[in-house]
């Protein structure tokens, strides 16, 4: 099975910073690639799906690339409302990574 | 409006047993594939099933297979989660989840339930 693995684990920064978090498959998986934003006590929230683009209603501070094993979600000015935990995963398997919690700094 | 709405969480001791259900409204269940996902209390995400829009494809992850059956009806534009043989480690919220892509083999989950509680124990 394909593992997911993200880092950091968690990364603290402050509203207007650019943050940066990154997702490693164990093998190739194409643009097959989910990035999912997740708030205490709620269900997640599909971001951005074929690894950048864009959930409709995401504002677009938020963008996703890479291809095969590496990718990468960027929130280019981070907002009070992005604090968050954030969980990649392969499209063609249920598989998440472990994800990566955005604190406030 | 696409709504998404869990039932049948609760305690349960182990061995035991769950049906967990999903009533699906807003749009046309019978075109979508369909997961359950689950979230122990303070962890990550793990995909548990999924069942196709026509129900010819069943996968469970392997820490379920053989005590958790997924099935769905389309009648009755519910899913469902047959749970069986109840450990600790199944405790968690269980989340049911529209695949966005319809018929293809990514799965893309652009709409969940607000999920129910699982707790294991004795």
């Known amino acids: 099975d394909i593992q997911m693995t993200q880092s950091p684990s968690s990364v603290s920064a402050s509203v207007g910073d650019r943050v940066t978090i990154t997702c490693r498959a164990s093998?190739?998986?194409?643009?097959?690639l989910a990035w999912y934003q997740q708030k205490p006590g709620k269900a997640p929230n599909l971001l951005i799906y074929?690894?950048?683009t864009l959930e409709s209603g995401v504002p677009s501070r938020f963008s996703g690339s890479g291809s095969g094993t590496d990718f990468t979600l960027t929130i280019s000015s981070l907002q009070p409302e992005d604090f968050a935990t954030y969980y990649c995963?392969?499209?063609?398997?249920?598989?998440f990574g472990g994800g990566t919690k955005v604190e406030i700094k | 409006e696409v709504q998404l709405v869990e039932s049948g969480g609760g305690l349960v001791r182990p061995g035991g047993s769950l049906r967990l259900s999903c009533a699906a409204s807003?749009?046309?269940?019978?075109?979508?594939?369909m997961i359950w996902v689950r979230q122990a209390p303070g962890k990550g995400l793990e995909g548990v099933a999924l069942?196709?829009?026509?129900?010819?494809?069943?996968y469970h992850v392997e820490s379920v297979r053989g005590r958790f059956t997924i099935s769905r009806d389309s009648a009755k534009n519910s899913l469902y989660l047959q749970m069986n043989g109840l450990r600790d480690e199944d405790t968690a919220v269980y989340y049911c989840?529209?695949?966005?892509?319809?018929?293809?083999?990514?799965?893309?989950?652009?709409?969940w339930g607000q999920g129910t509680l699982v707790t294991v124990s004795s």
């Open positions: 093998q190739a998986i194409s643009t097959w």
């Open positions: 807003g749009f046309s269940f019978s075109d979508y594939d």
């Open positions: 989840a529209r695949d966005k892509e319809g018929d293809s083999n990514l799965y893309y989950l652009d709409y």
């Open positions: 074929d690894a950048r």
């Open positions: 069942i196709t829009s026509g129900g010819d494809y069943i």
């Open positions: 995963q392969q499209a063609n398997s249920l598989t």
